[in-house]
């Protein structure tokens, strides 16, 4: 069975993030991990290859150079291969643009099922997978909590829907998003981590897949980004005082009706 799985690297979630004076890009501290939801794709995938023999798992991403590191990361955890998928002149700020160069990679590449995040912490889209396996023409189930391999062709998961959960069993090739409950990613051992330093990470040109080029480019981008603004400050705590548990409340409640004005 070959595994894909379709990774992105974020900015660490303390990384300090400005945005510039003109409002339309920002400043992020050099620091960047693996999205948070793609840690769960690349878990489960090495559950499956420990209970089920001829399992290859390769693990793919379009970005920047810099992306290496979160492919390094999936390597060490225990993924066998990965690729990385040159974005310098795609338009990766598009869920549709990078939803297409996937595709075609997984095409190209060949593969039973395909895991990937239920969304990505930065853009928070949540579009990618369904994306990718609507141009693949193969079924998907979003954001999955169990997943068991029936027989090798066929896949049952289960995910959440309103007031409860749904069961399916799904005919192999498939994507599956991934969401946390469905796992607890492992810490990868330092014999994971020197194969990952060592592992040879092809790059590739998206120019070189069965892809309109010019549905890629940059300037082909269906997403402007109008203006980045900071969110609201919080306003300050106050403290309510009070000698006795008593007085607090009555304090409390007076700041409730006078000043909160929601009492």
Do not use: W
């Not at 979630?13 to 999205?35: F, P």
């Not at 795609?90 to 593969?111: M, Q, V, Y």
């Not at 981008?221 to 006795?244: A, D, F, H, N, W």
Request: glycine share 6%.
């Amino acid at each position: 069975m070959n595994i894909l799985i379709f990774i992105k690297q974020v900015a660490d979630t303390e990384a300090r993030i400005i945005i510039k004076g003109d409002h339309k890009s920002l400043e992020i501290e050099n620091k960047y991990n693996m999205n948070f939801f793609d840690e769960f794709a690349v878990e489960e995938a090495m559950r499956i290859k420990e209970k089920n023999k001829d399992v290859q798992i390769t693990v793919c991403t379009i970005g920047s150079q810099k992306a290496v590191e979160a492919l390094r990361t999936a390597i060490a955890m225990g993924a066998d291969r990965a690729f990385l998928l040159d974005g310098s002149k795609a338009a990766t700020n598009d869920p549709l643009a990078i939803s297409r160069i996937l595709s075609a990679f997984a095409k190209k590449e060949g593969f039973d099922m395909i895991l990937c995040g239920r969304q990505a912490i930065d853009d928070e889209s949540a579009n990618v997978g369904a994306m990718a396996a609507e141009f693949l023409g193969i079924p998907h189930v979003s954001a999955i909590l169990k997943m068991e391999v029936v027989d090798g062709n066929a896949v049952k998961v289960e995910n959440e829907i309103e007031g409860g959960r749904g069961i399916f069993e799904v005919k192999l090739p498939a994507l599956f998003t991934t969401q946390k409950g469905l796992n607890e990613p492992r810490v990868p051992l330092i014999t994971g981590v020197m194969k990952a330093m060592k592992a040879s990470i092809p790059v590739v040109d998206p120019a070189t897949l069965d892809i309109p080029q010019e549905a890629i480019a940059a300037e082909a981008s269906k997403v402007t980004i109008l203006s980045y603004e900071s969110p609201q400050e919080r306003p300050p705590v106050k403290i309510i005082e009070g000698e006795t548990p008593e007085e607090k409340i009555k304090n409390l409640v007076k700041a409730l009706k006078e000043d909160a004005k929601v009492l």
